[in-house]
């Protein structure tokens, strides 16, 4: 419960977080709300040398809309985004999911640009960004890169973020008729599996679909299967059909004392049902 | 003379009196362990094994004995010669034990070295600079392949890694040779029966989490001799006994503090390594020196609880009369004996009885050596696994016959006319009366309307159950003669100057509300203000002597204590006051307290206040012939026998059938822990106790892998029970008191975690007895209830 020592800088701006990012090389760790690196240190599963803190950045900050396009900073809050009015009115999944990250204290540390750029395999948002086909905003000593989210996660804890550089963000189009549900890990409340859908709905009809799973494998992905089977189904009636082969798709699926690989795939088709019964609810 | 003017005082025994503990300790002014910073001290940090069994072949302290703050390193062999083995408080043979390896490590945690330093971080940077090697050996799981004869063992000296074997059994214990005279009715019990129920169930290990880790400072003062040593502990009079005898001290020279305890459960009993080291090492390196346990040495090296494994075999009539009972039970205790490991499966057997007229009992005992964290008291220590396994076997009996859950335990009851009542086991139940306790349970509960709510949601498809359960457990632990520290309480009271009155007790409270309680006993007993009453307790050095608290016995054993010691001082008191009134020819006799006077009782206008009269016994003059000046008494209590407390649990619990969680609708307790001092702490004992008995049977589990690594050390995989897992429980009670101490209080610490368990399983059983099934083990981990109902295969799970 004691980390390693370690120096700790308080970045004035994202120029200065990145000229020290740069500095201090693989020594240095952003470091957002906290707390999934700080558990880390304690347990001394991850000893950097230096710690910059983006915590308070004024730049990284702030919920915007503009012409349907709903952007959020890197270091807002999931206290914040659980509590935004225009989140709750235009993408409720956002808000939903971060007010049932955790517990209160966590998300009144966690970023979510924290929860992006970490990729625990059970974190809630990366399912939700990658069903809102969401945009990651990122910047280096380059310059500015923006990625798909379903291209940002890649395995377990890795995503395409250079050593260099920052999340600055993330934008997605509003909506309305997205969900997200998850079954608990009882102890730390992470997703044991997770199902966001957002549904592009003609009255009972869906048109299209995105739905992405987490905690059911290494890193949030996309369900394809049930995406195809999606369109053209009447719904709400038509989403256990839909969801059924879920799980069955997954390459990689993890196990442990929570749940094996079969408990998993299993959850994974019945949390893609509800997700997709209460996205279709709200259309 | 005048007549009494102060208001008239309310009696508070019975009265919902608020803690007076809460407001310093949820506003952070209580002073912990951790709190306490003395000038020069230095902090320790504890080199652990990283395997669970494995021969020290090489420790090299170098490196981090040259790190700049570092006073010292010391490895186990070179402690060994400042520390002997470790005591344990029972009598069962024991391996040795070092309060850090000497030359084996038999889990992991264990400590192999410790380093002593200025200041914490540094002392855990040296910590991991030490290197160590071992000779890895097969690591020791299961307590049953550790039975066999090919399994690698533990302790040299105790084949096939049993620690205790014993066994009782026929219509009687005979206590000179613990063995049955005769064993053949148990048989006959067997053959005779109409059904037989036989089933293998783990009560499984848990880690008992108490909010503050352990936590240890120890001064030794060389110029005075003297050793203070300020722990986390529920005992501090025990530590002051057992630190002395191990730095070859006697008590005279040691004084033990338990400042604020935040929460034992029953695993701050034992006096551990930690506290012995430190102590040795102030001494050596003259200073005083801090430890404080981090959460995760708690997952690993504070005792766990339970881990018991029974073979329960229940016999009954047709008519649900049951005749017999057959327990084997194999105990895995982990790598040692520590204080108490080797009684507390003991208690297990000689609680089976449980409320019922047993008439034949054959009991088998196994505790095993394992290859991980030695196991000792958690909150019920013995009771709940025995408990648990008898109430699930009447259950089952229940079932198989179909009858009414409540209807069976009634049939089997100890009448209440056969009290004091001896068991199969040798113990004597006190006082008890169950039918009004099961009828009070069944009517809060609404018994046939829960069962209707259940079958209407079982017609929508719905997968409900309900669940009973009636237990009786043993408090007030209690005589001396099966405590081997001694079993008897004590306290003292002074009336200061003034009036207001200091009372000790060595019932050191956790928790407890025992600051609270007591003052409400005294407040009554001199008939003065709560405000001018202090209990002092925890302190060694303040508080002569003691036992501590356990066992449920703050009440039943130190309250008794208490008012022992207030009456010896009230009787003075009323001497005073009887010679301050010569003149109306007042004898003590004729003097009560009242309302914050001495009076003649019926004429409040022959009176003096309770502060006049305290003064006058500090200036005595005349001093009274034949009496010492002032008032401060002291009396020990030492109970005859046990109390036991019994209460009737309900529940209803519905599991989701596409994820198989399970969601604990309701909880109804009744409970009779005997008369009552303050109805607002038994309820928050229960409430307590209620959440830790269903983290039970629904979340909590330490698991171990097969190299015996613990899988579940931290919280993000120990699910504890939160807020929001449990109902509104519904309290209610009966009141049977115990004729065992003055008070007629039995204790109630315990009982919510022994009654709630297997009322919650069977609950879960009874909702998923459609699929076909009679047992579930515990937790019922939803991937486990969800496997149940898609396989929907009876028996195990
Ligand atoms: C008890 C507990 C329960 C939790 N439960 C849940 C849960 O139910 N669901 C869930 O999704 N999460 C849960 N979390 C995780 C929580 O949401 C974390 O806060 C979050 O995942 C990480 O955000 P952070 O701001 O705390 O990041 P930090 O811990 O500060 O950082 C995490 C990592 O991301 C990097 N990083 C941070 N910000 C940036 C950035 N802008 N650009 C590049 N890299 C960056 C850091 O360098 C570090 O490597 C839980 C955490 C705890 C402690």
Redesign the pocket.
Known sequence: MIPTAFEYRRAGSVAEALSLLQEGGPEA????????????MKQRL?E?GLLID??GLDE?RGIQEDGGEIAIG??V??AEIAASDLLRDQAPIVAE?AA????A???N??????????A?P?????AVMVALDATIA?LGPNGERKVQAEDFFQDILTVD?AED????GVCFQACRSAAYA?L??RA????LVGVAAALSLDGGTCSSARVAV?GASSHAQRLSGVEGALAGASLPDGAGDAASGAGDALDFVNEDLHGSEEYRRAMTAVFARRAIEAAAGRG | MTIADGPALPKLIGERVKRREDPRLIQGQATYVDDIKLPGMLHLAFKRSDIAHGVITRIDTSAAAAMDGVELVITGTELADHLGPMPIGTPFPAPDHFSVATDKVRYVGEPVAVVVAEDRYIARDAADAIEVEYDELPAVVDPEAAMEADSATLHEGFERNIAVESYWGGTGVNPETAQPEDDSAVDAAFAEADVVVSQRMLNQRLAPNAMEPRGVVAQYEPGREYLTVWSATQNPHILRTLVAAMMGLGEHQVRAVAPEVGGGFGCKINIYGEEYVAAALSRLVKAPVKWIEDRTEAFLTTTHGRDLLGYIDLAAKSDGTITGLKARIIADIGAYEVLLTAMIPTLTGLMMNGVYRLPVVRHELTEVFTNKTPTDAYRGAGRPEGLYFLERAVDMVARELDMDPAEIRRKNFVPADEFPFATQSGLVYDSGNYEPCLDKALEVADWQGLLAERDAARAEGRIVGVGLSFYVEVCGLGPSAVVPTGGWEHSGVTVERGGKVTATTGASPHGQGNETTFAQMLADHFSIPLEDITILHGDTGVVKQGIGTFGSRSQAVGGAALISAAGKAGDKMKQFAAAMMTDQEVSPEDLVFEDGRIQVEGAPEVSKTFAEVADYAYVPVPLPPGMEPGVSEEAFFEPENNTYPFGCHISMVEVDRDTGETKLLKLIAVDDCGNVINPLIVDGQVHGGLAQGIGQAMFEEVVYDEDGQPVTAS??DYVMPRAADLPVFELDRTVTPTPINPLGAKGVGEAGTIGSTPCVVNAAVDALAPFGVTHIEMPLRPERMWRIINEGEGGQS
């Open positions: 760790k952003l470091l957002a709300g906290g707390h999934s690196l700080i558990p880390m991850a950097p983006i915590g990284l890197a270091a809050t999931h999911t049932n990250i955790g517990d204290q966590v998300r540390r966690g970023t979510i640009g924290g929860s992006l750029a970490h625990d059970g974190a809630d948002l990366p990122l973020l550089e920052i999340v600055t998850k608990e890990q730390s409340k992470f997703a987490t | 919280f993000m």
